[in-house]
């Protein structure tokens, strides 16, 4: 049983940059590149897409709500059809700098805000469905397993790769316990590890309150802002490796 | 010998509009699309796109330097990376909104100040038409004729329109009038006219100052803020028609 | 009994003009400036600070959500310092200009969806109220009369000046009615003066269904893009004044 | 003789920090923060005024191109009004987030290119002048020490601080040694402490090439963007104030 490991870059914007590409990418294989709608100008965006085509790793479009200023962590009141045009637009600009460096856009990861109500709000995660299936249906399309989301881009006839987490803990609802609670990051690499192994080997995760809840993904997620995000993904990767669960490249 | 009628339209930005893109693109061959660079939001390129599309008019992007306040009519000194990487984004969010309507991309004409400089400076050219070779080279280049763009843009393979205009005098130099000098705008239908036949059957235009100067053009623009736009279009098509002159399609 | 009559101007942004504020201009006694969140650059704000200081109107400061695309009409989820920051800024920006013109901020008007939702909710109101308090409580607040905000603004200490409408229906219960029904928009000339006159005068409006329903107000607002809008301001000063109802200068 | 040590502040913009405003502020005696053109957004503005505010170190703004995306370091070819009318907005912005937190709006110092340019352009001097004397002529304005900006600062009756740099190597002319030349940083503290006080009590560097150089100024100016930039101005501070030069304060 192949696992993915993605992370979300390009997040800088103009002379501002957030997180270390550089030193995440190398243990990834799947990067989610900001599309210059809540972070990402064409310049961040194309040294990125370049990054992770030498590296071999999947590139990924990760549009958000189009706000800059508050990062795509709230939501926009858009009409659905605003929603659609905005992350087409968005789709677009980055699979132009992708063409530019001779690589394949392979899947598309929505941000912050976008993903969180992509995954309860049917007609939020309509309106991002139907912009990656206007733009490429043969993308794949990322989303928060057990969500709303991955029910509408399957119906829809996407590819859905599942996501779940090695660094955070889990409700026994199955939902992710909220990041201002106690235990919610999970920063050891053991447990890291442990997590990850115990999804991929027996696709359930045990929660923070013990309740073993099943959990079926195909990609992990590695959060790049988190405490020594870097050393955690290099573990992970060379830990995965030699358990012998392969990785998908 | 056919000849092809071009407009740019989709410049407005969210609440304001520019123009009146549903008078003036029926009578037009080919509509110039902004890109959200100088103007345009995803809804109204995907509004004027649609637009275009139901006319059955040649749809091309419109991009500009990034400067929604100076709407692209300033130079900015980005260097050509920067500019070729700013270029690729506004051609891609377009051709997402294209590719949305299945309808399809055929021209790049460069906006404003992006066009003068482009038609003039080499290295501004040569950001330009990597962007454009480097997207897809099968894109018609439309650039003013005679100028730096037109050689730049030939020597690296494209095929290149060149641009001349019913509504504006031209020196004897082969230039443009500076419009605010008299006689620069050619508000008088039958002017338009018979400059465009000039053009198309003659391949020169007697310039401002009487002097017959050699002109050849795939293209004619027509703008669509002077005043009288759609009633001259309208004109010219129908003349245009009636005197056996082909128009692309 | 003197009425102030104001009308929203300066809402243009860069090339895009909004409204004809030189022919609206010359009809009001107030007019609420756009502040560059929802509309309105430095150059556009200058000039229009410029046009009502030389007719003689007084100069107010109309902020709104920070949202040119969606030109402050849709409710964004700011927190309530970071909507009071944004003010803060917008009316510094704006009485910097005034100042550069050596004319005088008078009040503060909010825009669009920031007007409608402090006047129904108190958080909103007050982030508000606390950024007019902290920059000039001189500052004359106009508010929607019988609104949260005309309570929340006298609560701190701020001259309120409740607004009422000319140019649109009431409904039984003192608020607007919705603009998409029958009736909404009140476009004769001699309704909106009856209309007025019986605000002035008896402090009340006839609703949509025949209802006497009271209204205090001292500010009559006439909206710049409602079809006739300066012959509609002309004939309802004009009128004010010569049926003897004082006009606010 | 007392001296000023300054230091740019506020840079970020909303997700994006810029520097570590909080390690540098305590030990210099200026501020000048950022505006909203080039950096800054209002909540990161209000909060820089306030550090500034707590640690009794004054408030100056320091505005420049409107240019978030090139961080104000690229010269932008606005007309002169226009430039001043941005100025004016930024100015006004920020003193309104400074009256807010009751602290006082002291000084100006321009940024990037807008610092630059207007040490050797009358035309941008001018118009940045403009700005500040009919916003408030009370305002001191820091200029290049020598440059054209002093000279046209003065002429229009500001007071005018010159700055010079204690990290930065000067050539014989009396300009700054270009950064990309060996030996244009001063980064060894001592030398930062000798070039500081030769300057203070000599009114003179010693250039690169051993020249010496008649340089008078009230103000030195500490980059946040510099290793060490913070070990750099305590150490600095410590060692004027032990050497009894007086700090400004």
């Given at each position: 049983?192949?696992?993915?490991l ?26 989610n ?9 064409p ?47 968005q ?44 733009f ?42 909220p ?71």
């Amino acid at each position: 049983m192949p696992i993915d490991l993605n992370c979300d870059c390009g997040e800088g914007f103009g002379p501002w940059p957030l997180g270390d590409d550089a030193a995440l990418l190398p243990h990834v294989t799947s990067a989610n590149i900001a599309c210059g709608g809540h972070a990402g100008d064409p310049d961040t965006m194309r040294r990125t897409v370049r990054l992770a085509h030498e590296l071999g790793v999947k590139i990924g479009a990760h549009p958000g709500y189009p706000d800059l200023l508050g990062f795509g962590r709230r939501v926009l009141p858009l009409r659905p059809a605003e929603l659609t045009n905005s992350l087409l637009a968005q789709l677009g600009a980055l699979a132009a700098l992708v063409r530019a460096e001779q690589a394949t856009l392979h899947h598309v990861k929505p941000h912050g805000a976008l993903y969180n109500q992509a995954a309860i709000d049917a007609i939020v995660a309509q309106a991002l469905v139907e912009a990656v299936v206007s733009f490429d249906r043969q993308l794949v399309l990322v989303a928060l397993a057990n969500s709303v989301l991955e029910e509408v881009g399957r119906a829809a006839g996407l590819v859905v790769a599942r996501e779940a987490f090695a660094d955070r803990a889990y409700e026994s609802d199955g939902t992710l316990r909220p990041r201002h609670l106690a235990g919610a990051l999970i920063l050891d690499h053991a447990q890291n590890l442990a997590q990850t192994l115990m999804i991929v080997r027996e696709q359930q995760v045990r929660a923070y309150d013990g309740t073993l809840v099943p959990l079926h993904a195909e990609t992990i997620c590695l959060h790049g802002d988190m405490p020594g995000a870097a050393a955690r993904a290099a573990f992970l990767r060379r830990e995965l490796v030699g358990q012998g669960v392969l990785l998908f490249k």
